[in-house]
């Protein structure tokens, strides 16, 4: 059947990048969405139109039974998913973690933590040798978002934590386990947190000037994914200019 990719939250931003990506580079791509269903079925049209084999599974990462209705259904439609992208993620508002609700948190960490923790752990009990993951975390579990998001750093630096120990687990499997960390990237995530054009601001801070885009995510995420990183797992990889 070869080899069939997962992405979650695979519809726009880096991981829309991805999906293409991996479609161009031979997989069987599955589109994940929890909302905006019409740009992740033109996505999939677009994808099969160019040939690849594609579809689009709706489910909230953040509720086990649709983890595991989303894995089924992937199964039947493409195979067994070898290949898995953790890309959803939320973030909300911009605000000083003094303003932040429980409610905020809640909703956070249920998506950007206990979301990735469900679909590795589906993932896992069904990759062979060979098989691998790539979580996407964020250079902000090291900068702590100060003022802005310290709820998404704290979130993003789980997800780093979970990689490396999930990599060690299934290492002797054959499974391998790594994490993309990318800093300020032109998406409309930023729009989500209240600034549209924060990666203009933000770029000044960058070593190399500009943000980041999603299609220099999108490679470091594919070559992880791929038998060139054969050597490598429970490493974290930053795509931030150097941030």
């Known amino acids: 059947m070869g ?13 829309a990048a991805t999906s293409r990506l991996l479609a161009a580079q031979g997989y069987a791509v599955a ?3 929890r909302a905006g269903a019409e740009g992740a079925e033109a996505l999939s049209t677009e994808l099969r139109a160019g040939g690849a084999r594609c579809v689009a599974v709706q489910a909230d990462v953040a509720d086990e039974s649709q983890v595991l209705e989303m894995f089924e ?14 890309n959803a993620g939320i973030l909300e508002q911009q605000m000083t973690l ?4 429980p409610e905020r948190l ?3 960490f249920a998506t950007n933590v206990t979301g990735t923790f469900l679909c590795c752990r589906e993932a896992v009990r069904r990759m062979v040798a060979g098989n691998a993951i790539v979580n996407l975390s964020s250079v902000a579990a090291k900068l702590g978002s100060p003022g802005e998001y310290v709820d998404y750093a704290a979130s993003k ?22 994490a993309v960390r990318p800093g300020v990237i032109r998406t409309t995530m930023h729009a989500d947190g209240g600034e549209p054009d924060r990666v203009a601001r933000v770029a000044k801070a960058v070593p190399m000037q500009r943000g980041g885009e999603p299609g220099e995510v999108a ?25």
């Open 3 to 15: 080899n069939v990719a997962l992405v979650t939250g695979g519809s726009r931003g880096i991981g």
């Open 31 to 33: 589109i994940n969405f």
């Open 73 to 86: 259904s992937v199964e039947a439609q493409l195979g067994a998913v070898s290949h898995l992208v953790n």
């Open 98 to 101: 003094a303003e932040m609700t």
């Open 106 to 108: 809640q909703r956070v």
């Open 157 to 178: 630096a789980a997800v780093d934590t979970l990689t490396i120990g999930l990599a060690k687990e299934v290492a002797a499997q054959g499974i391998r386990v790594n």
């Open 219 to 243: 490679e470091a995420v594919a070559w992880l994914l791929s038998d060139g990183a054969s050597y490598i797992t429970g490493t974290l990889v930053d795509v931030s200019g150097g941030r």
